[in-house]
């Protein structure tokens, strides 16, 4: 009825409950006798894979100050929240995340605000009021321009002497075995790639420092994290 007018009716598509889907992620933790984030770890990764990405936070200093506010794009399952809670015990943790059924979950089952999430900004989430932004296996699967929106949000929202962890797909994480095993594996939830010199250039015009790196895995290849602290407020 709608099509001669220019018109069509489709069903709307949540990416992250595609990729990881609520009901059955729940229903298999279950019955595996795991908590969600370890039953994702060894169904979607590799077991142990998220407790590594914190180890390696933490050997890089990130709680090693107060954190009294952190924010989280995109926390999904919650695997990486439940561990950031507990190491850092915060005042406030806010999320922005887009999947509904993963979203009311996290806020009934964590000691969480939920912001609107649009799938590009933080417009929830003041100016320079957050000692911890981090977010883990986003930014890859969005645009280009999208994931470097966030970046500037995420620079927008950080405080002064506040961390910023991040995982992008960069150069160092497409050597040519690993871009092969993308190849193979016909994924299609990676959709844009960022250079680490731009990601870099990008944080340290706005007067981060960057404290580290590494490669984590983020099946069927790996993942570049980038962590940063914020030296200086920038009006850049």
């Not at 595609?18 to 229903?27: A, N, S």
């Not at 960022?194 to 790996?222: C, H, I, N, W």
Request: glycine share 8%; aromatic share 10%; charged share 20%.
């Amino acid at each position: 009825m709608l099509r001669p007018i220019g018109f069509e009716v489709v069903r709307p598509v949540d990416d992250f409950a595609d990729y990881i889907p609520f009901e059955r992620t729940q229903v298999g933790a279950k019955a595996a006798g795991l908590a969600v984030g370890e039953y994702i770890d060894r169904e979607f990764n590799v077991p142990g894979s998220t407790q590594d990405t914190i180890d390696r936070m933490a050997a890089l200093g990130v709680f090693d100050r107060p954190i009294s506010r952190v924010c989280e794009i995109g926390p999904g399952s919650g695997r990486y929240l439940e561990k950031v809670l507990a190491a850092c015990s915060p005042q406030a943790y806010e999320i922005y995340e887009t999947a509904t059924a993963w979203r009311e979950w996290l806020v009934a089952t964590y000691p969480v605000t939920a912001h609107p999430a649009d799938g590009r900004t933080l417009a929830a989430t003041a100016d320079g009021s957050v000692d911890l932004v981090h977010s883990h296996k986003v930014l890859n699967g969005l645009k280009i321009l999208d994931a470097c929106g966030y970046l500037a949000e995420i620079a927008r929202v950080t405080a002064p002497g506040g961390a910023v962890v991040f995982d992008v797909l960069t150069e160092r994480a497409l050597d040519e075995v690993t871009l092969c095993r993308w190849h193979e594996s016909g994924a299609g939830y990676v959709t844009s790639m960022m250079s680490e010199q731009y990601a870099v250039d990008f944080f340290t015009r706005r007067g981060f420092t960057l404290l580290g790196d590494f490669l984590a895995t983020s099946m069927p290849g790996k993942t570049h994290y980038l962590v940063f602290q914020l030296e200086r407020a920038s009006s850049c």
